[in-house]
């Protein structure tokens, strides 16, 4: 049992967001997932100190964005449209 599993192994840190459907993506495919709460989600995927996985919160304009990457070099981008 890992001790801080990789998001690649099928653990999402929120309930609800998760897919084990075979075929969703192909190796290197983007999907992106709108949400509330992503100052959040970045506070407890920092807390947990993973060694290869320090995603940012970056401002794009309209809304904030947090990217990972699973063991497969697929990308799960996080959005959070912006108030205003």
Same mark, same amino acid.
């Given at each position: +049992?890992?001790?801080?599993?990789?998001?690649?192994?099928?653990? @999402?840190?929120?309930?609800?967001?998760?897919?084990?459907? =075979?075929? &969703? =993506? *192909?190796?290197?495919?983007?999907?992106?997932?709108?949400?509330?709460?992503? /100052?959040? $989600?970045? /506070?407890? @995927? *920092? =807390?947990?100190?993973? /060694?290869?996985?320090?995603?940012? @919160?970056?401002? =794009?304009?309209?809304?904030?964005? $947090?990217?990972?990457? &699973?063991?497969?070099?697929? /990308?799960?981008?996080? +959005?959070? @449209?912006? &108030?205003?």
């Amino acid at each position: +049992m890992f001790r801080n599993p990789p998001i690649g192994s099928g653990q @999402l840190p929120s309930p609800g967001c998760h897919s084990e459907h =075979a075929g &969703d =993506a *192909t190796p290197g495919g983007n999907m992106c997932v709108y949400m509330k709460g992503i /100052r959040e $989600l970045h /506070r407890e @995927l *920092t =807390a947990k100190e993973y /060694r290869y996985m320090k995603p940012g @919160l970056e401002d =794009a304009g309209t809304r904030l964005e $947090l990217q990972v990457i &699973d063991p497969f070099n697929n /990308r799960i981008r996080f +959005m959070e @449209l912006k &108030d205003g």
